[in-house]
């Protein structure tokens, strides 16, 4: 994670900012410290707040109140080419009038470099993102995973302390994005710069991330590794947004040390913060048997085999649940299945606050 | 089996015989309509070409159509405009030439830098503070009125007193006015029949003494043009991601070097066309320079219409050479605005 490049270790540090457009409030007081040549991905649904944040950093907006630090120095109010950060923008951004080269060298020319210089350092960077043979063309000339990596280039050209990136590989087609991401990491990877990377899509966080910041409305909601949001969500939001499909929520209510919905009938270690609460499990972590064996009983609505699985969709009163079972499964649409799951790995939830609970299934 | 009628003659004629392509009788409806407007366009054309070539007895006894045929071509209006009269027509020519360039000079950096503040500048003026500067601009006059103080005097204490009262009381103003507010106020200017404006501006450069000048007619111009170019501009400035100038201050280029390197290259399509634009209308413009000009700064269309005087009545020959030179320019103009449009530089020209 660390790199010999960063040999100051700055670190760049939010500190509860605030934002709002008239009466939106939507950056909510987050706060987060970047370490040193980390990869930190901002993940929420559009309207979270999280490319608000990106822009807060790179100085394209105003911040309301809060901070923003790099390595001790306050950089809130600072113009944007004096922050020492590179952006790259979700529409690449690359100037249409210029060529390959000249896109790459801008921020070198207008920084004053010799001439020389800048076309020495063009080559060698353009040879570090494959555009190489490219250099004459002009962006409309190019392919989306082309522009692309032009876009990179001209970021990492001056060598910047950071890299912004906002949903960078968004407007690629599906195969491409799968390639660029794996570019992306071992690029950031052998650079060692810090990124801040926003996105909307959990794979992407997933897979590029030493750490991920899950933003919702404006409020963080959890901050840790890929592996720590996905195993220990600390929001219902959270367990609902990572995943694909996403985690199964049964509503239910805790009363008496028991957890109670429609068919639900199970015991817990003690009782919850509210009595209305949430019992979640993954799809992958269950299974489907033969009714009356699991943990509660529940109706086939659906059973699709996508070749390397089958989902089952399963009926609960008001609630759809899906089950990641074996390619070979099959079940019977209006058919009673009951569902079973490992009790730790059943999550609960406040259902008032959204909160997971210390509290869990007891086995049995 | 298939519910498909056999083709008829009459489906031969008016439908199509494959998918792209048109049907005869159509075909030959719309070339026959084409055809004939395109002699109801020319002929004007050609007539005023022939008469410029025709002499009094020719017009008069006419109407004449075929040079060598009907009459014979003589050339003595072109010698009287372009050798014994040669003063007037070439003072005309390059009075139009030179009030046109300049004013479409001045109209296009006004108007396209006005246009690039109101795409990226959110402005909200206070309406109050509008309503306070046009009091104390009404109290200034009425008191050079009343009291015959000196104007200068007058006008620099209403706007000392209108800028106290704007620090002072301003910030208690609610309402105020946005971008699309300036940009109909601009439009609205275009709205008002120019010769309604006529006295005003007559008057006004009247007391400046600068009637039939070069510059009264190249100011008057400008203005006018001025809410054309700014909204021409607004929309294409509009178009221009913003990404990119946001892109390039973080690549640390200053405001003015990204209006320069960025923003500025980016419009050219789009600046090139409204000059072209802009200095049609500055050429073709007659009703003002009627009223602003006399002699010294004549313009072409005025010559065009002073060969309708004096006692030698209308001077249809003469009128028709003076056309034909003043039109030549604008049919390259229009031919190059034409490439403009068809090449959809004006359009989505800073995508890919």
């Known amino acids: 994670m660390q790199s010999s490049a960063t040999e100051d270790a700055k670190r760049l540090s939010l500190r509860n900012l605030n934002k709002s457009f008239g009466s939106v409030h939507v950056v909510k007081d987050l706060s987060i410290e970047i370490e040193p040549g980390e990869f930190l991905v901002l993940l929420g649904p559009s309207g979270c707040g999280k490319t608000t944040a990106l822009r807060m950093v790179a100085g394209l907006e105003t911040v309301d109140s809060g901070s ?10 600072a113009l944007p080419k004096y922050r020492d950060i590179a952006m790259v923008f979700q529409s690449y951004a690359l100037y249409p009038h210029k060529t390959v080269a000249e896109n790459m060298g801008f921020p070198l020319k207008v920084a004053g470099v010799a001439r020389a210089d800048v076309d020495a350092a063009v080559r060698e960077t353009a040879a570090q993102v494959h555009m190489i043979e490219y250099l004459d063309r002009f962006p409309r000339e190019l392919s989306g995973g082309q522009r692309q990596r032009v876009a990179l280039g001209r970021a990492m050209i001056r060598r910047p302390y950071a890299f912004l990136m906002d949903e960078p590989l968004s407007n690629l087609d599906a195969k491409l994005r799968g390639h660029m991401r794996a570019e992306l990491k071992h690029m950031q990877h052998d650079l060692g710069t810090t990124t801040i990377y926003v996105t909307h899509d959990q794979i992407e966080a997933m897979t590029l991330a030493h750490r991920v910041a899950i933003m919702n409305e404006g409020v963080l909601q959890q901050l840790g590794t890929p592996r720590e949001v996905y195993d220990q969500p600390a929001t219902l939001f959270v367990a609902g ?5 996403p985690m199964n929520f049964v509503h239910g209510s805790i009363d008496n040390q028991r957890f109670t919905s429609t068919n639900v009938n ?17 799809p992958e972590d269950s299974e489907v048997g033969v009714a009356g064996s699991g943990l509660f009983d529940a109706t086939v609505f659906a059973s699709e085999q996508t070749g390397e699985y089958t989902l089952v969709t399963v009926v609960l009163g008001d609630d759809t649940m899906t089950i990641k079972m074996p390619r070979d499964f099959d079940a019977a649409i209006h058919s009673s299945v009951s569902v079973s799951f490992p009790t730790d790995k059943g999550f609960l939830f406040d259902k008032v606050s959204g909160n997971r609970e210390s509290i869990h299934l007891v086995g049995g | 089996m298939a519910y498909i009628r056999k083709r008829t003659l009459l489906n031969r004629i008016f439908e199509a015989p494959a998918i792209g392509k048109m049907a005869p009788g159509t075909a030959l409806f719309v070339y026959a309509c084409l055809l004939f407007w395109t002699l109801v366009v020319a002929f004007p054309l050609y007539w005023i070409l022939i008469t410029s070539l025709k002499t009094a007895q020719d017009v008069n006894g006419g109407p004449f159509f075929i040079p060598w045929v009907d ?8 010698k009287e405009l372009f050798v014994f009269d040669y003063e007037d027509t070439l003072r005309s020519y390059t009075n139009s030439i030179v009030i046109a360039l300049l004013s479409t000079l001045l109209c296009i950096s006004v108007g396209s830098m006005a246009a690039y503040a109101l795409a990226r500048i959110t402005y909200k003026p206070k309406f109050g503070n509008i309503l306070l500067f046009v009091i104390a601009m009404i109290a200034g006059m009425y008191t050079t009125w009343k009291f015959g103080v000196d104007w200068k005097l007058t006008i620099a204490a209403a706007v000392a007193v209108w800028f106290l009262l704007v620090r002072s009381i301003g910030r208690f103003f609610k309402k105020s006015v946005g971008n699309g507010d300036i940009l109909f106020w601009m439009i609205s200017q275009r709205i008002l029949p120019p010769i309604v404006t006529v006295v005003p501006i007559y008057m006004m450069f009247q007391n400046l003494k600068l009637l039939d000048t070069h510059i009264a007619l190249i100011l008057t111009y400008t203005v006018v043009n001025l809410p054309i170019v700014v909204w021409l501009m607004y929309d294409f400035m509009n178009s221009i991601p913003i990404e990119l100038e946001e892109s390039a201050q973080l690549d640390g280029a200053s405001r003015l070097r990204t209006f320069w390197e960025i923003v500025l290259p980016l419009a050219k399509p789009g600046l090139a066309a409204t000059t072209l634009l802009v200095l049609i209308l500055a050429w073709n413009e007659y009703i003002l320079a009627v009223f602003l000009s006399t002699s010294n700064a004549q313009t072409i269309p005025i010559l065009v219409s002073a060969m309708n005087a004096g006692e030698r009545g209308i001077l249809w020959w003469s009128m028709c050479v003076v056309i034909i030179i003043m039109i030549i320019p604008v049919v390259f103009m229009a031919i190059l605005l034409q490439r403009f449009i068809s090449k959809g530089v004006l359009l989505g020209a800073v995508k890919g």
């Not at chain 2, 009459?71 to 072109?78: D, I, R, Y």
């Open chain 2, 71 to 78: 009459f014979t071509p003589s050339l003595h209006a072109w």
């Open chain 1, 68 to 77: 923003i630090e790099l390595g001790g120095e306050d950089i809130t109010n």
């Open chain 1, 266 to 282: 199970l015991p817990v270690s003690a009782n919850g913060s509210s009595v209305k609460s949430v019992l979640g499990f993954r």
């Open chain 1, 241 to 245: 947004f990572m995943g694909s499909p």
